[in-house]
């Protein structure tokens, strides 16, 4: 069928005005830059620009397209804001709401409420952070073990079934509420007592809500295979995809483990099991000195271990048991494990347990080291860092491609005690260390892990992408200089190489500085 003239003339008209049409004027222009999508593909030359804090225009964009501030970016990397899927950020944004040490890393976004542990009543802690108004986006997840102390206290035990329906009832209230899944920490009172059909049963509340389950398993060490498979049992009984916090392979005698743990995982993926692992670049773990315990003893409460300790038999053998721990990693020492916040004496900070020992006089043996272990937990639960894995592992994890950069850290109060450096760099020591250094990873692949990947599997719709529609949380940064700088012995010191950081379209870092901008959001789960 022919058009009549006039209306092909019509059209021609049509398109020479719709051509003809001015672009929106940007709130901001970031120019000349090497654009990384966070798809995973090779980087391109062009600009971004925004308005009213989305992205409304990616490529090479005209040069006089209209925009009220530019960023020259010529020679930088462009790309999303980096998402953190592993955080404990509960009680820190308060005191740091800024939460600088994750922007200078490069993050916009940060999930909490890992480990089981998080805000008991999230409707309520989401208020909060929207008051608050932090520096970066935050997503939680619902703990576990939050939920089991409050229906069950730090009873070990399994749940009567009307207690059971309690803490489906939390679950289901706190995904309502925007909780991104179900988080399970399962070396940590009361997560530790919690058999598998308790976690199946929790989990599949999460999975009618679209969440999933994020676990820091069952083991790290010896019994890893085995915490693997039920973490894996759990999505596939609860019909939910699974994510595996920090995996690591702890002790001496379980260095060169890696490849038999990423086949358990990628043989479950080939079965059509949605499942990604998370990772710190670190050879390090951090967490608290009584998880060195035996479960049994700390058991209801404080008051309930002070109890048990007093008595001379389990004493004894609570100490034996961290000397068989101490045998178990092939060494004589407690050198590994070092303070890293011990409020009622701060002169411990970043001192090993040996060390600890040597100073108050006592004899330089495992067994005394021992002794130590347990006066500093009945005075109070330290914040340590155990150092116990091997650097050829954790290059093995990080190469697997379904992995995600995390921190596993708080926001950092500049100064206190002596934390684990993941804090401060993780990202840039990806960036510099294993990207730049080794080129264990393409930039782009790194970027990745980063930002899509994140935002894919948490459910974080409308970022991790470079797009136009998508939220204008981006970064901007030189491959050539971004490195940590945060170490073991000075743990306080910002990355560097993030030159300009945007969360939701607001400049947050200009020239490797913090504005003092914050307008981070609360990013709701899919439900």
Request: charged residues 20%; hydrophobic residues 40%; proline residues 5%.
């Amino acid at each position: 069928m022919k058009l009549p003239l006039a209306w092909l003339l019509g059209l021609l008209m049509l398109a020479g005005s719709v051509r003809a049409q001015p672009a929106p004027r940007a709130d901001l222009l970031i120019r000349h830059g090497r654009l990384y999508d966070g798809s995973g593909n090779a980087w391109t030359y062009g600009d971004v620009a925004i308005r009213r804090g989305r992205i409304v225009a990616v490529g090479r964009l005209p040069a006089d397209y209209p925009a009220d501030s530019v960023i020259d970016a010529r020679g930088l990397a462009v790309a999303p804001g980096f998402i953190d899927v592993h955080t404990h950020i509960e009680d820190d944004e308060v005191r740091q709401p800024t939460a600088d040490n994750f922007l200078y890393d490069g993050v916009t976004t940060v999930v909490t409420g890992n480990c089981g542990s998080s805000r008991p009543d999230l409707r309520r802690y989401f208020r909060q952070l929207d008051s608050l108004r932090l520096s970066v986006n935050v997503a939680s997840l619902v703990g576990h073990g939050t939920v089991r102390k409050a229906v069950m206290g730090r009873a070990r035990r399994a749940p009567t079934e009307p207690e059971l329906q309690r803490m489906e009832a939390l679950v289901d209230s706190a995904m309502r509420a925007g909780a991104v899944g179900l988080s399970s920490g399962l070396i940590y009172v009361p997560g530790t007592y919690a058999r598998t059909p308790e976690l199946v049963r929790l989990a599949r509340v999460a999975a009618r809500h679209h969440g999933l389950y994020a676990t820091h398993m069952r083991n790290e060490s010896d019994s890893v295979t085995q915490a693997i498979e039920e973490a894996l049992q759990v999505g596939r009984e609860a019909g939910l995809p699974v994510q595996i916090s920090h995996l690591k392979l702890g002790g001496q005698q379980n260095w060169g483990r890696t490849a038999a743990l990423l086949g358990l995982i990628e043989a479950a993926r080939q079965a059509g099991q949605e499942v990604t692992i998370d990772q710190y670049p670190y050879t390090a773990s951090s967490t608290s000195l009584s998880t060195l315990l035996p479960d049994a003893v700390q058991a209801d409460g404080r008051d309930s271990l002070r109890g048990r300790l007093a008595r001379p038999a389990v004493r004894a053998a609570t100490e034996a048991a961290l000397r068989q721990r101490l045998q178990a990693r092939r060494l004589r020492h407690f050198s590994y494990a070092v303070v890293a916040s011990f409020p009622p004496d701060t002169t411990l900070n970043g001192l090993s347990i040996e060390e600890i020992n040597r100073r108050r006089g006592r004899p330089h043996r495992a067994r005394a080291e021992a002794a130590t272990i347990v006066d500093l937990v009945l005075q109070h639960d330290a914040g340590m860092v155990f150092h116990g894995m091997s650097e050829a592992d954790v290059q093995q994890i990080m190469r697997y491609p379904h992995n995600m950069v995390a921190s596993d850290a708080s926001i950092r109060v500049w100064g206190a005690g002596v934390p684990h450096p993941r804090g401060y760099g993780s990202n840039a020591r990806v960036l510099g260390r294993y990207v730049r250094e080794l080129q264990l990873l393409r930039l782009e692949e790194a970027i990745r892990r980063m930002t899509s990947l994140p935002a894919q599997t948490f459910g974080l719709s409308g970022r991790g992408l470079l797009r136009p529609g998508m939220v204008a949380d981006i970064v901007v940064f030189d491959p050539a200089t971004v490195q940590d700088r945060s170490t073991f012995t000075r743990p306080h010191q910002y990355s560097v190489g993030m030159r300009y950081v945007l969360v939701n379209g607001r400049v947050t870092v200009r020239n490797g500085r913090h504005t003092g901008a914050r307008a981070g959001q609360v990013l709701r789960g899919p439900q």
